[in-house]
């Protein structure tokens, strides 16, 4: 008889962890000065039931601070404020992963410090609302073409966060290479209209997430990074293109062929076509380490992805905003409590870390 896999027992890959249960990356703006600190070490902690956590999205770069409030690891002050939270985590016997997210275009040049600018492939505007602390709502500006020389800063600036996550005490690092930031925005022909390289053909738009992910494996080791994706995503005004399946195929390909210890894919948008079921399960043939599945799953329907081995792992986001003891909950069959989207990105404790435990 064959065992069946079970959401709540350890797992081993690359990663060993204490259940299959992941929380997803979420971005809480609660950095002050982009700087990591005790409350997020708080929050981080609460949340260590789960068998990994992965952190919200983190610049690599100055240039990637899109957002009001995110976190860095690029510089000093901001590795020895992860150290808050990576102590704090590893004390409860979880591991976490740093999100590594450039936001690329999606961003405006009153949450960037002074000397950084908005980059993305090409000079194409998102025309996204983008709240800004100083002057309230705005419009995602139109970011600078990256010139080549700016193409391998940025890899470079992937491989040194890498090697700061390291330091900070991280397991290892997140690629963002989905939602719409800047390595999706290499992906995509319609945000990326380089005629160099980086952009043209599907070797040359995947070129970016590739070298990225290379350098970053180079620094670290293939076993401490991971990649997520999100195959037909139009958040953050990513058009749909024609090549979709090829595209996030030979990524997927050139990926695996890296060895990294997993991929992360959205699959919320893949699951609503044929096709995109299709370029699931081809991504989970083709992909030999740990895949881990996100959006908008329920525990009855984590159990089934896992007992039929479409993935490996499922992450949660918004559940674990307001269930801290997610795992708990959901091992009990506790009701969960429901998240109020209204603290999501505010500052301070409020809708951070006063969600209770059940118990
Ligand atoms: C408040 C909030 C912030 C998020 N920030 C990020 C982020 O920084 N990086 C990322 O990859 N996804 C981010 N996401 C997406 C989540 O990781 C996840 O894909 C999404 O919530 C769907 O999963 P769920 O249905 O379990 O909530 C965010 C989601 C929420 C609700």
């Given at each position: 008889?064959?065992?069946?896999?079970n959401?709540?027992?350890?797992?081993?890959?690359?990663?060993?962890?204490?259940?299959?249960?992941?929380?997803?990356?979420?971005?809480?703006?609660?950095?002050?000065?982009?700087?990591p600190?005790?409350?997020?070490?708080?929050?981080?902690?609460?949340?260590?039931?789960?068998?990994?956590?992965?952190?919200e999205?983190?610049?690599?770069?100055?240039?990637?601070?899109?957002?009001a409030?995110i976190?860095?690891?690029?510089?000093?002050?901001?590795?020895?404020?992860?150290?808050?939270?990576?102590?704090?985590?590893?004390?409860?016997?979880?591991?976490i992963?740093?999100?590594?997210?450039?936001?690329?275009?999606?961003?405006?040049?009153?949450?960037?410090?002074?000397?950084?600018?908005?980059?993305?492939?090409?000079?194409?505007?998102?025309?996204?609302?983008?709240?800004?602390?100083?002057?309230?709502?705005?419009?995602?500006?139109?970011?600078?073409?990256?010139?080549?020389?700016?193409?391998?800063?940025?890899?470079?600036?992937?491989?040194?966060?890498?090697?700061?996550?390291?330091?900070a005490?991280?397991?290892?690092?997140?690629?963002?290479?989905?939602?719409?930031?800047?390595?999706?925005?290499?992906?995509?022909?319609?945000?990326?209209?380089?005629?160099?390289?980086?952009?043209?053909?599907?070797?040359?738009?995947?070129?970016?997430?590739?070298?990225?992910?290379?350098?970053?494996?180079?620094?670290?080791?293939?076993d401490?990074?991971?990649?997520?994706?999100?195959?037909?995503?139009?958040?953050n005004?990513?058009?749909?293109?024609?090549?979709?399946?090829?595209?996030?195929?030979?990524l997927?390909?050139?990926?695996?062929?890296?060895?990294?210890?997993?991929?992360?894919?959205?699959?919320?948008?893949?699951?609503?076509?044929?096709e995109?079921?299709?370029?699931?399960?081809?991504?989970?043939?083709?992909?030999?380490?740990?895949?881990?599945?996100?959006?908008?799953?329920?525990?009855?329907?984590?159990?089934?992805?896992?007992?039929?081995?479409?993935?490996?792992?499922?992450?949660?986001?918004s559940?674990?905003?307001?269930?801290?003891?997610?795992?708990?909950?959901?091992?009990?069959?506790?009701?969960?409590?429901?998240?109020?989207?209204?603290?999501f990105?505010?500052?301070?404790?409020?809708?951070?870390?006063?969600?209770?435990?059940?118990?």
């Amino acid at each position: 008889m064959t065992k069946t896999i079970n959401l709540f027992t350890p797992y081993a890959g690359k990663i060993s962890i204490q259940n299959k249960i992941v929380m997803a990356p979420m971005t809480r703006s609660r950095a002050i000065g982009n700087i990591p600190n005790q409350l997020m070490a708080q929050y981080y902690a609460q949340r260590a039931s789960a068998g990994l956590i992965i952190t919200e999205g983190t610049a690599p770069s100055p240039n990637g601070l899109g957002y009001a409030r995110i976190p860095g690891i690029f510089s000093q002050e901001q590795i020895a404020g992860w150290k808050l939270t990576t102590q704090a985590v590893h004390a409860q016997g979880s591991k976490i992963f740093v999100q590594l997210m450039h936001t690329g275009r999606i961003g405006h040049s009153a949450n960037l410090p002074v000397g950084a600018h908005l980059l993305a492939p090409s000079a194409i505007s998102a025309n996204e609302a983008m709240w800004t602390d100083t002057q309230g709502m705005q419009t995602t500006d139109t970011p600078k073409a990256m010139s080549i020389e700016e193409v391998e800063a940025c890899i470079e600036e992937f491989a040194q966060a890498a090697a700061n996550a390291i330091e900070a005490g991280f397991d290892g690092v997140e690629l963002h290479g989905a939602n719409g930031y800047l390595l999706e925005q290499f992906l995509n022909p319609g945000v990326n209209q380089r005629t160099d390289d980086f952009g043209g053909n599907i070797e040359n738009r995947i070129r970016f997430v590739v070298e990225a992910t290379k350098a970053v494996v180079e620094r670290i080791g293939a076993d401490k990074v991971g990649v997520r994706i999100s195959p037909y995503n139009t958040f953050n005004a990513m058009p749909a293109f024609n090549e979709t399946v090829e595209t996030y195929k030979r990524l997927v390909e050139s990926l695996n062929s890296l060895d990294i210890a997993y991929l992360h894919v959205v699959d919320y948008a893949a699951r609503a076509t044929e096709e995109g079921q299709a370029l699931l399960k081809t991504i989970r043939g083709s992909f030999s380490n740990t895949l881990i599945f996100n959006a908008g799953y329920t525990k009855e329907r984590a159990i089934k992805a896992i007992e039929n081995q479409e993935a490996d792992l499922i992450s949660f986001g918004s559940s674990f905003i307001a269930n801290p003891d997610l795992p708990y909950r959901f091992a009990n069959d506790i009701p969960l409590s429901t998240p109020n989207p209204e603290t999501f990105y505010t500052p301070g404790e409020a809708g951070f870390i006063d969600y209770p435990n059940a118990e």
